[in-house]
């Protein structure tokens, strides 16, 4: 995929039909082959707050006990992954909670970066309560500085620097939700 960089964004994007871009923002299947239909029921995500795990906060900084930044090494120790698939620079992966189905993967673990990808599953929603079926009336509201610039919308994480929600809208609401690192280098 390509962004055509704008300023220092990290990101990458393209411009794709909805099913290839839920492959590529919520699985993290662009460099992977995954079917557009496998690619619409992947998610998963992580932290490491029992809390915040239990009241399914998606982020600032991870999901169900995986944080963005671990090393694989750490990924596997805290036993809530379970490996997909290993395709070059990156690994698919899901949380053993959140299973993605056969094609699909719930995160993305960098061999340089750790985890660099976090799909939102089902129910998940950011601190400022965000999530799949919210409008992106509400997206711009809770993230006032949303750059729509590129082929989908992405928004800072507050209190994450290092970290940008994805958002695929389809119809005026959220279809899909990611957490990734901004240099992560799994997903074009």
């Not at 990808?117 to 601190?127: H, M, N």
């Amino acid at each position: 995929m390509n962004n055509g960089h704008r300023g220092n964004r990290k990101h990458k994007l393209v411009r794709l039909g909805r099913p290839a871009i839920a492959a590529a923002l919520a699985a993290g299947m662009a460099l992977t082959g995954v079917t557009a239909a496998s690619a619409a029921t992947t998610s998963a995500g992580a932290t490491t707050d029992a809390t915040t795990a239990a009241s399914g906060r998606f982020g600032p900084y991870g999901y169900g006990g995986v944080r963005l930044g671990m090393t694989l090494k750490q990924a596997k120790a805290t036993r809530k992954i379970v490996k997909k698939l290993d395709e070059g620079q990156c690994s698919g992966w899901d949380l053993k909670a959140h299973p993605t189905g056969r094609d699909g993967v719930g995160l993305h673990i960098s061999k340089k970066l750790g985890v660099a990808l976090i799909g939102a599953p089902k129910g998940a929603e950011t601190p400022e309560g965000i999530k799949v079926g919210s409008t992106m009336k509400q997206v711009k509201k809770a993230y006032p500085r949303l750059d729509t610039t590129g082929n989908y919308p992405v928004a800072a994480v507050p209190g994450n620097p290092k970290a940008l929600y994805y958002f695929l809208p389809y119809r005026g609401k959220v279809s899909e939700l990611a957490l990734a690192l901004k240099n992560q280098d799994c997903t074009n």
